[in-house]
């Protein structure tokens, strides 16, 4: 069955999806798909979101969206730390602060654009669209990066 990619619903779905699962310090993890893994599901309607990734400090992962079961859209992320002086419950915390904003981006992804509190600053840049896109948000804590994320994703065909 081909599935019609309606990118408003699309975005609709990832901004709700994205607020249900690691971004929520309070959402439930479901059960691991593979070795070690951490995994994040939510479904609305006909589409599924399912977020898995692996490690704590640094971490990789990826995620897909489902239309009828199908699989629509995919990204791969890779986030790291870069100022081992700074807790990683500390960086974490306000990225999934950041996480739960609304986006400003035609590829709802991540968070937005720039976001600030005291002396931590999220941004994030993305270059494309939905179909193809690659983006990079970093941490910043009294104006030094403490910690980098890369994603690249686009429509799964």
């Known amino acids: 069955m081909k599935?019609?990619?309606?990118?408003?619903?699309?975005?609709?779905f990832l901004d709700k999806a994205n607020k249900h699962t690691y971004a929520n310090k309070n959402a439930s993890k479901v059960a691991t798909t593979r070795l070690k893994s951490e995994?994040?599901?939510?479904?609305?309607?006909?589409?599924?979101?399912?977020?898995?990734?692996?490690?704590?400090?640094?971490?990789?992962?990826g995620e897909i969206v489902y239309k009828n079961e199908n699989p629509v859209l995919g990204a791969n992320y890779f986030g790291f730390i870069l100022d081992n002086k700074i807790s990683e419950k500390e960086i974490y915390n306000?990225?999934?602060?950041?996480?739960?904003?609304?986006?400003e981006s035609?590829?709802?992804?991540?968070?937005?654009?720039?976001?600030?509190?005291?002396?931590?600053?999220y941004n994030f840049t993305v270059n494309g669209n939905l179909s193809n896109f690659?983006?990079?948000?970093?941490?910043l804590f009294?104006?030094?990066?403490?910690?980098?994320?890369?994603?690249?994703?686009?429509?799964?065909r």
């Open 3 to 12: 599935n019609t990619i309606n990118i408003d619903e699309i975005k609709k």
């Open 39 to 61: 995994d994040y599901n939510f479904e609305e309607g006909d589409l599924i979101y399912h977020d898995t990734y692996f490690g704590e400090k640094d971490f990789i992962g």
């Open 94 to 103: 306000f990225l999934r602060q950041a996480l739960m904003l609304d986006y």
């Open 106 to 121: 035609e590829v709802p992804v991540r968070g937005p654009v720039e976001f600030s509190i005291g002396e931590w600053t």
């Open 134 to 139: 690659q983006g990079e948000e970093q941490i």
């Open 142 to 156: 009294k104006g030094k990066i403490a910690y980098r994320g890369l994603i690249h994703g686009g429509f799964v």
